[in-house]
């Protein structure tokens, strides 16, 4: 039983350290990420009136390219809604973003380690809907923000890779009307998403 035991750990450690040797760079690599999560997002007004909007789900994809051992280009779409409701707590109807980012990432090389902590940033182009109570939609014009992302990446193996991502979102108010009245958009945001990356090559 002992010799199988220090057998097994000895299997575990190569399969632990030849799995790292593989897992510390994407240079050169093409991959796909699927990510699933939580939004915080910012308050609103409209017709005169503040909308407490609560927190929402978040969910969406993207690909990423690694140019070097510590830098990584990423495209990734996400979508999400969430509930508005007045000070009073009466419903105030519904809102959707959808959220085009574009950006970098600086990935930090950790020897002898499956983990590799990134930070990042980038552009958002942000498209906004708003419900309102009475089910009609609002205009709501398209934003134009910028984000700031930390995370990290477990590598199970070469091709699959577990996630984690902390993101937030700074953009500035827009504009947005319905049925003779107005009011105003803020699409910033704070994210938090889990998910798995797949990389082909």
Known sequence: ????????????????CSGTALADSIKGRLGITGRLGFIA??????????????AGFIG????????????????EVTHTEFDAEGVSGHDEGNFEVVNISMGGQYRF?????????????????????YTRPSGKDAHVDTAIGVHIS???????????????????????EVDMSAEGTSGNFDPSAIVGTVGVRYFFN
């Open 1 to 16: 039983m002992k010799r199988f035991t220090t057998s097994l750990c000895l299997a575990l450690m190569v399969a632990g």
């Open 41 to 54: 997002p910012a308050e609103n007004d409209f017709d005169d009136r503040k909308l407490e909007t609560d």
């Open 60 to 75: 969406g994809g993207g690909v990423i390219y690694g140019i070097t051992d510590s830098l990584a280009a990423e495209i």
């Open 109 to 129: 090389l950790m020897p002898q380690t499956r983990f590799v902590p990134y930070g990042g940033c980038g552009l958002d182009v942000l498209i906004g809907d």
């Open 150 to 172: 930390g995370g990290v990446d477990y590598f199970f193996n070469r091709q699959l890779v577990f996630t984690a991502e902390l993101k937030g979102i700074v953009a500035p």
